[in-house]
T-cell receptor, first 115, second 115 residues
Framework: DTGVSQDPRHKITKRGQNVTFRCDPISEHNRLYWYRQTLGQGPEFLTYFQNEAQLEKSRLLSDRFSAERPKGSFSTLEIQRTEQGDSAMYLC?????????????FGPGTRLLVL | AQKVTQAQTEISVVEKEDVTLDCVYETRDTTYYLFWYKQPPSGELVFLIRRNSFDEQNEISGRYSWNFQKSTSSFNFTITASQVVDSAVYFCALSDRTGGFKTIFGAGTRLFVKA
């Protein structure tokens, strides 16, 4: 296991369609994060899991977005009824949380284009 | 509130020049962590360094060095003898206890190194 992987790397969809992205974290990591990054900006936090529990969701995460991490391993991020404004890079990161803080390691991202 | 400011949007240098990327952060916590990440054109965020708030010792790693100054809330990054391969967007980031140790990113500095 060499790092965080994400699938697909690119997705083009039509407005109104549903899309699902997958993230496989580094195997021993207990936390998994989703971020969104638009052109010229830094990553913005969307949500994170500690094991299988979703501990926090950003206000950026509308009702059309849902994330799961069913067995505390891989995670999926689904966007329903996509809108053109959803076009962005979706980044996944994982970390091993401890009392001494954590370092997040990022995957290559999924670039979404909504037409 | 947490905030990370990278005032330099773009920097252009000629190969072999030294370049410093500025980062100013805001936090009310006494325990926090600062990070630098590199994002090359491929898009993947690459972790470079993490500093803990209780350790102000500067660090050098090859051509990279970091200057952490709590008095000015700054965590600047210097690349010595820059190379074309250093061309990328560099993000400074912060996580603290109040934010649940979520990572907040600056807007990034795009570095162009010309041959």
């Amino acid at each position: 296991d060499t790092g965080v992987s994400q699938d697909p790397r690119h997705k083009i969809t039509k407005r109104g369609q549903n899309v699902t992205f997958r993230c496989d974290p580094i195997s021993e990591h207990n936390r998994l994060y989703w971020y969104r990054q638009t052109l010229g900006q830094g990553p913005e936090f969307l949500t994170y899991f500690q094991n299988e529990a979703q501990l926090e969701k950003s206000r950026l995460l509308s009702d059309r977005f849902s994330a799961e991490r069913p067995k505390g391993s891989f995670s999926t991020l689904e966007i329903q009824r996509t809108e053109q404004g959803d076009s962005a890079m979706y980044l996944c990161a994982s970390s091993l949380a401890s009392d001494l803080g954590e370092t997040q390691y990022f995957g290559p991202g999924t670039r979404l284009l909504v037409l | 509130a947490q905030k990370v400011t990278q005032a330099q949007t773009e920097i252009s240098v000629v190969e072999k020049e030294d370049v410093t990327l500025d980062c100013v952060y805001e936090t009310r916590d006494t325990t926090y962590y600062l990070f630098w990440y590199k994002q090359p054109p491929s898009g993947e965020l690459v972790f470079l360094i993490r500093r803990n708030s209780f350790d102000e010792q500067n660090e050098i790693s090859g051509r990279y060095s970091w200057n952490f100054q709590k008095s000015t809330s700054s965590f600047n990054f210097t690349i010595t003898a820059s190379q074309v391969v250093d061309s990328a967007v560099y993000f400074c980031a912060l996580s603290d206890r109040t934010g649940g140790f979520k990572t907040i990113f600056g807007a990034g500095t795009r570095l162009f190194v010309k041959a």
